[in-house]
């Protein structure tokens, strides 16, 4: 039986991660069968959004340590490399938006997947908890580069060494996350947010995911130039066409991914 539960609304498919008993901890199967998961989703013409969630009280709880051997580091990069790592890659380059719903704790490694997606909704009672230094572990799963972009170097150096959990209200506060929610308006509003984009153009958002993740280390010039490429590629698009008609009859645009 696969760990991730997938179900079609529509045009968006929810992706849950199914180990609650762990909350939704890393092990066993889990990430591959998420990596299929996602896969399946982006390779289905059907799908223009995808929400990732957890079931039961947490949202992910990172690497499940119990069993673990401790004596063996270089396999633990191996499966970094194989597994986690094309994960997060895959999420940050699909061009379909990912929505995630923080619905309860996300810690360690479950942070890195929390902020690879697109559009970061958490319920109030969800806190983000980089438990490494708890561990005397290292920092993975994206971690390292994703919370200073959000949040800047010195509160993302802090989390980091002292391992304190940031609640749900502060990660908003600090631009972690787009937004917290009470729990029990959590999903509805990350369906809402995925059915939104599922209704937008296609194309454009692609671009505009790529924009955003190659325009972080590149320099100016680079980005402009990029940006005009990307410019043109949008501009013989049908809706292209279709958006500036829609907006000059004022009505709401039908997008085809055209």
């Not at 390292?144 to 502060?170: C, D, N, T, W, Y």
């Amino acid at each position: 039986m696969s760990m991730v539960l997938n179900e079609r609304r529509g045009a968006v498919a929810i992706l849950t991660l199914n180990n609650p008993e762990q909350y939704n901890a890393l092990g066993g199967s889990l990430l591959a069968d998420l990596g299929a998961a996602l896969d399946a989703a982006l390779a289905e013409p059907a799908v223009r959004s995808i929400v990732l969630t957890g079931a039961g009280k947490g949202f992910c709880s990172g690497a499940q340590l119990g069993g673990a051997t401790f004596d063996a580091g270089e396999q633990v990069a191996t499966m970094m490399r194989g597994r986690l790592n094309p994960l997060l890659e895959k999420m940050r380059a699909a061009p379909k938006p990912i929505v995630v719903a923080v619905n309860g704790p996300a810690a360690g490694a479950g942070v890195g997947i929390a902020l690879a997606g697109d559009v970061v909704i958490a319920a109030r009672s969800a806190r983000f908890i980089l438990s490494f230094v708890r561990l005397g572990a290292a920092l993975d799963a994206g971690t390292s580069l994703f919370l200073q972009r959000a949040i800047g170097v010195p509160r993302a150096r802090a989390l980091a060494l002292l391992g304190e959990p940031l609640a749900a209200e502060k990660a908003e506060e600090w631009g972690l996350i787009w937004k917290m929610v009470e729990d029990a308006e959590l999903f509805d509003t990350a369906l809402a947010a995925a059915q939104r984009l599922a209704d937008g153009p296609p194309l454009s958002i692609g671009l505009i995911k790529g924009q955003i993740e190659s325009a972080w280390a590149a320099p100016l010039a680079t980005t402009l130039d990029g940006e005009a490429s990307s410019q043109a590629r949008a501009f013989v698009t049908e809706d292209l066409r279709e958006g500036a008609a829609a907006f000059v009859q004022k009505r709401p645009a039908r997008f085809t991914g055209r």
